[in-house]
């Protein structure tokens, strides 16, 4: 078992930089892929950022690309989101998750095996 236990959100004015953390603990592996997911009221959970174990493959969904940067720390067991120009639009609860060794569609929330509580991100106008 994996536990994954997310920081850093809290409400930011529009234009304006927040970081999350991702703190693994349990039978962590370092080569879990791990994603980012957020979640609107009455929508959806959505991709947002994805890495790989190396820390060399990542992707972002569309929408924040260029605004978001996901990293890891294998030795501290932890994953992090830079959120950076945010916009009213980021609010959700945010989710980080890790998936099976070797998934290849890290979009896909159903190739995720362990997941967070989330954390809220409120982006005011």
């Known amino acids: 078992q994996v536990q994954l236990v997310e920081s850093g959100g809290g409400l930011v004015q529009a234009g304006g930089s927040l970081r999350l953390s991702c703190a693994a603990s349990g039978r962590t592996s370092s080569s879990y892929p791990m994603g980012w997911f957020r979640q609107a009221p009455g929508k959806e959970r959505e991709f947002v950022a994805a890495?790989?174990?190396?820390?060399?493959?990542?992707r972002y969904s569309d929408s924040v690309k260029g605004r978001f940067t996901i990293s890891r720390d294998n030795a501290k067991n932890t994953v992090y989101l830079q959120m950076n120009s945010v916009k009213p639009e980021d609010t959700a609860v945010y989710y980080c998750a890790a998936a099976g060794v070797g998934v290849q569609r890290l979009e896909k929330a159903s190739n995720y095996i362990y997941w967070g509580q989330g954390t809220q991100v409120t982006v005011s106008s």
């Open positions: 890495i790989r174990w190396s820390g060399l493959g990542t």
